[in-house]
């Protein structure tokens, strides 16, 4: 697997009450980082994983029903709602951004898809397809805002249902299949389904050699991985489906206990996001 550089940063948070993403978990609000990927390919350039927060999702949540959404899960930009000043700190420049990678498209991961108008979006068909159809009330109370994607998303999407299927090394077992995004083995999508339409994480060897898996909001944290402890029904219903859910939640715990070395990296996950900057610079 050829190696990428790879930096997981904040891109605004949320805060809300642990048990919200985990049964028997604090009542006490919690801070929930949204976690953007930023990928240093060695040929291709500069791909994000996901956008994080941006001032657009409140644009996007001023009118009702969309409303509901930011009072659900408001948002603190902790001074990252500037995007060119937030790329330029963590070392990019929007020209060199070739391509965003779309683990879903709930509002907190692609609020900021319409600051990269010219960018290929790799994402997945189901995903974007649900996003377009029902209700505004239907779409919010399942985290979905059609406005932060942009008209054209479909004309630059490439999906990736239409990749091509290659196997996944063993460190990642029991995952054993992704999508190659660029056609070169680095970047292999990964479906972990459950959490919503066209939920999918991402597979890739980073800098140092250690095998990543971007688990987007298949779990909200590693706690939660460590003890293949789910959310409450309620969470997961709503949102997605419960049993698939908890078998991808199983396969990310056995995941893990298999491969001690394998970095999962839930987007919401602060805790987990310290220790693998931790290895980082150790
Ligand atoms: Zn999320």
Redesign the pocket.
């Known amino acids: 697997m050829k190696r990428v550089g790879f930096d997981w940063i904040a891109r605004g948070l949320t805060r809300h009450p642990e048990i919200m993403t985990l049964s028997g978990g604090s009542l006490c609000p919690a801070d929930f980082p949204a976690m953007v990927g930023v990928i240093r390919h060695p040929d291709a350039g500069v791909l994000l994983f996901d956008t994080g927060y941006d001032p657009a999702f409140l644009t996007a949540t001023r009118p009702w029903p969309e409303r509901l959404y930011r009072i659900a899960t408001p948002v603190d930009f902790a001074g990252g709602e500037d995007w060119s000043a937030w790329l330029a700190a963590n070392g990019v420049s929007a020209a060199d951004i070739t391509g965003v990678i779309l683990s879903h498209f709930?509002g907190?991961?692609v609020a900021g898809l319409h600051q990269m108008p010219d960018a290929p979006i790799h994402c997945a068909r189901a995903g974007l397809e649900n996003l377009r159809q029902g209700s505004r009330l239907r779409r919010v109370t399942q985290g979905l805002l059609g406005a932060l994607a942009p008209p054209d998303t479909e004309s630059r999407a490439r999906f990736f249902e239409d990749a091509p299927a290659v196997p996944l090394p063993g460190a990642f077992a029991p995952f054993s299949e992704g999508r190659d995004i660029l056609g070169d083995g680095s970047l292999l999508a990964v479906e972990l389904p459950g959490h919503c339409k066209g939920h999918w994480g991402l597979a890739f060897r980073d800098q140092k050699d250690r095998y990543v898996l971007l688990a987007a909001?298949a779990v909200w944290s590693g706690k939660a991985i460590a003890q293949c402890r789910p959310p409450p029904r309620i969470t997961t219903a709503l949102l997605g489906d419960t049993g698939v859910y908890r078998q991808t939640l199983l396969a990310l715990h056995q995941a893990q206990a298999r491969n001690a070395d394998l970095a999962i990296l839930p987007?919401?996950c602060a805790v987990s996001a310290v220790a693998y900057r931790q290895d980082d610079v150790a």
């Open positions: 709930h907190d991961h909001d987007s919401h």
